[in-house]
């Protein structure tokens, strides 16, 4: 029988919160708004049961027309026994980032929502598949 991977939250912090209005953004009636989020994560050793893992997204494309632009990066430690090791690595990054996203979610609706325009809200989608490192 396989042994189970136990991952557990530790604690998180918000890293880094920057929103930035774009005055030049005209708003268009019935003129729909492209905004391409970029995304990214890693993964830093703490000991052999604990590392930090970090999820950031941006839309900092200054030649976007969109009406703000934004970058949010949190930070989680997790505790996992010998994480560094296969299967506990994989499982530590897919998890690791399950957990984590709800929390970059709400941040992203909280920071728009707080700066007096229409909220953005991410999608509720399978987050592993959104970043760089598969």
Same mark, same amino acid.
């Given at each position: ?25 005209? *708003?268009?009636?019935?003129?729909? +708004? @492209?905004?391409?989020?970029? =995304? /990214? ?6 000991? !052999? ?16 027309? *969109?009406?703000?632009?934004?970058? +949010? @990066?949190?930070?989680?430690? =997790? /505790? ?6 296969? !299967? ?47």
């Amino acid at each position: 029988m396989a042994e189970q991977i136990q991952i557990r939250l530790i604690g998180y912090t918000v890293d880094k919160m920057s929103f930035v209005l774009n005055k030049s953004f005209k *708003i268009q009636p019935n003129h729909k +708004i @492209q905004v391409k989020p970029s =995304f /990214n994560r890693e993964m830093t050793k703490r000991d !052999p049961n604990h590392f930090m893992l970090s999820l950031s997204i941006s839309f900092d494309d200054y030649n976007e027309d *969109i009406p703000f632009y934004l970058d +949010i @990066q949190i930070s989680g430690i =997790f /505790n996992v026994d010998n994480w560094e090791y296969e !299967p506990a690595l994989t499982v530590s990054k897919m998890n690791g980032t399950a957990i984590l996203f709800p929390y970059l979610r709400s941040l992203v609706t909280t920071l728009t929502a707080n700066a007096n325009v229409p909220p953005y809200i991410l999608p509720i989608t399978n987050p592993a598949k959104l970043f760089k490192d598969k």
